[in-house]
């Protein structure tokens, strides 16, 4: 894995929510999701409704789109991928925790869940390791010049 590739799954490993895009017959549509997040298999798995209107999206059209923001530390990623639904019982048992407990109703043996599997295809992001203060010097001298501020390191990625 190259530094740029560990760079992105750090900076998304800890993160407890993203927003996931799909396309609703040609309407972008964008929800909160809990990722479970496999740096080891490079992997991202959510579990929804196996109902929901995203999984009847996710059948029409698989592209989507998950963007995780870290604004503690000035961290954005942009993942592109393809989503698979499955309702595989091992990967939902493995998946299962209270986070699930609170939201759907049943446990792991009966609840009428699926999983979305990510298949990550391409990925942007962008770390402003410099802090705010730093930042805030940054913008303030690029709006004084004609220096462009320097606010971290920007990466795409085609092989995520």
């Given at each position: 894995m190259s530094d740029k590739q560990e760079n992105l799954w750090n900076m998304i490993d800890d993160q407890m929510v993203c927003m996931v895009t799909t396309n609703d017959n040609g309407v972008l549509r964008s929800r909160p999701m809990a990722p479970f997040i496999d740096k080891d298999k490079k992997t991202i798995r959510f579990m929804t409704d196996r109902t929901s209107g995203k999984v009847e999206e996710l059948h029409h059209d698989s592209d989507l789109v998950l963007n995780f923001m870290n604004d503690d530390k000035l961290q954005y990623v942009s993942i592109s991928g393809?989503?698979?639904?499955?309702?595989?019982?091992?990967?939902?048992?493995?998946?299962?925790?209270?986070?699930?407990?609170?939201?759907?109703?049943?446990?792991?043996?009966?609840?009428?869940?699926?999983?979305?599997?990510?298949e990550p295809t391409q990925a942007e992001y962008w770390d402003d390791n410099t802090g705010k203060i730093k930042m805030a010097y940054e913008m303030s001298k690029a709006y004084f010049s004609d220096e462009a501020p320097d606010l971290g390191e920007n990466a795409k990625l085609q092989a995520v």
């Open positions: 393809r989503g698979k639904v499955t309702t595989d019982r091992a990967m939902i048992k493995q998946m299962w925790g209270p986070y699930c407990d609170i939201w759907f109703t049943g446990d792991a043996d009966t609840a009428d869940v699926a999983v979305v599997l990510v």
